[in-house]
């Protein structure tokens, strides 16, 4: 089952902080983050695991919230550079692992100066 | 560069016809995981392999196939091509590490079915 992602789209000035959230119907082990720019292939940010602390690249951090089954990534001070697409995963049920790694359609960051 | 290489770039191909994409993992990685992308239906996953054995499978219709060969190289076959079929086509390889597994994707080859 594909995990849903809000917002669709975010639209920010440089400076401004964001927040990308990312639910699931089914129970999570783990959630994944990934980020797309224009163009080019997804590159991995970082593993939510249960149970897991609050995890943190550059000025991006994420949490988890395996209760409601969310998960919710947070963008502080956006930079140019952090513009592109966000995906957030959720594998099977192998913890940390990405077997079968379903992504939510994505979040559309766009970062203007 | 990550490492994950995939072959060829652009493929441009008529309806009705089948084409195979292939892909090198980095070296040492044993999983291969092909995704389709398009602009409705955002990054889907299609199938994992792991050392030559499927592992997982999501949306890949009948009329797709794909293998994991002894070098640890795949191929994606898509045939009787629609229309539809056309999109980016990401392969990924992965490495467990500290925190869980995380994946390291190719480049892509665009598909462009006319």
């Known amino acids: 089952q594909q995990p849903v992602q809000s917002p669709q789209a975010v639209i920010l000035r440089e400076g401004e902080d964001a927040v990308i959230n990312c639910s699931s119907s089914?129970?999570?082990?783990?959630v994944h983050w990934y980020r797309q720019k224009h163009g080019e292939a997804p590159v991995f940010l970082m593993i939510?695991?249960?149970?897991?602390e609050q995890k943190g690249h550059e000025k991006i951090s994420a949490s988890f919230n395996e209760k409601k089954q969310q998960s919710s990534l947070y963008l502080t001070a956006s930079q140019l550079s952090y513009s592109g697409t966000y995906f957030c995963?959720?594998?099977?049920?192998?913890?940390?692992?990405?077997?079968?790694?379903?992504f939510g359609k994505g979040t559309h960051l766009i970062i203007q100066p | 560069d990550s490492g994950v290489t995939q072959t060829p770039k652009h493929l441009i191909t008529a309806t009705g016809q089948r084409v195979t994409l292939r892909c090198s993992p980095r070296?040492?990685?044993?999983?291969v995981y092909w995704y389709q992308q398009s602009l409705d239906q955002g990054l889907q996953f299609l199938i994992q392999?792991?050392?030559?054995?499927?592992?997982a499978k999501g949306n890949i219709l009948e009329r797709f196939s794909a293998q994991q060969f002894p070098d640890l190289h795949s191929e994606l076959n898509l045939s009787s091509l629609e229309l539809g079929d056309s999109a980016l086509y990401f392969c990924?390889?992965?490495?467990?590490?500290?925190?869980?597994?995380?994946?390291?994707f190719g480049s892509g080859t665009q598909l462009s079915v006319l």
């Open positions: 070296s040492g990685d044993l999983s």
């Open positions: 990924a390889s992965s490495v467990m590490g500290e925190g869980g597994e995380k994946l390291f």
């Open positions: 392999y792991y050392n030559g054995e499927e592992r």
């Open positions: 995963g959720t594998p099977g049920e192998v913890r940390g692992g990405a077997d079968g790694l379903t």
């Open positions: 089914k129970a999570l082990y783990s």
């Open positions: 939510l695991l249960k149970g897991g």
